[in-house]
Each structure stands twice: as structure tokens, then as C-alpha cells.
């Protein structure tokens, strides 16, 4: 499985919170590739978030959700992170 990474550091101010944004492509079919696109983007958007000084918080949003063909998913989501 191949993986590309797009990192979206666009921090959106939600009240006292930040919204971090991630996106990751991953193959393998809907059975493998959407999860493993899904907790990848999720990961790294709370890892964005500890580097940046931050608190990752449990909300998550799907932004996007994309078949790319040929068995590969992109997700795009969103993280609430606080103290940023």
C-alpha cells in the first residue's frame, strides 16, 4: 500500500479551540484503504496539533471522502485542537 500525505495546516478558529485539517490517500479497497485513509488523517492531524503546543480533542469531522480508483480512498477530516 502506498500512501500519500497532504498535510492542510489551515487552523480555524472555533471559539477557545483550533480545527485542524488533514488528508491522506491510502489503497487497498473500501474494506482497507478508507480506514486505514481515515485513522491516518485522523492521526496526523493530532499530531499536528501536540507539535503546534496543542491538546488534540476527541471531535473529528469528514470533511471529504473520495474513491480515487484503482482501489485507493482519499479522506480528508478535520480535529478539534485545543490550546493553539
Not at 7 to 13: E, F, G, M, S
Not at 19 to 25: D, E, G, K, N, V
Not at 46 to 54: A, F, N, P, T, Y
Not at 72 to 83: K, N
Request: aromatic share 10%; with cysteine.
Amino acid at each position: 500500500m502506498k500512501a500519500m500525505k497532504l498535510v492542510l495546516a489551515a487552523a480555524l478558529a472555533v471559539g477557545s479551540a483550533s480545527a485542524l485539517a488533514s488528508s491522506f490517500t491510502e489503497g487497498g479497497g473500501y474494506e482497507i484503504g478508507y480506514p486505514a485513509a481515515y485513522q491516518a488523517a485522523v492521526n496526523d492531524a493530532g499530531d499536528l496539533c501536540s507539535l503546534l503546543g496543542g491538546r488534540p480533542g476527541p471531535t473529528v469531522i469528514v470533511i471529504d471522502s473520495t474513491y480515487m480508483g484503482g482501489g485507493y480512498y482519499s479522506v480528508l477530516v478535520q480535529r478539534v485542537c485545543f490550546g493553539i
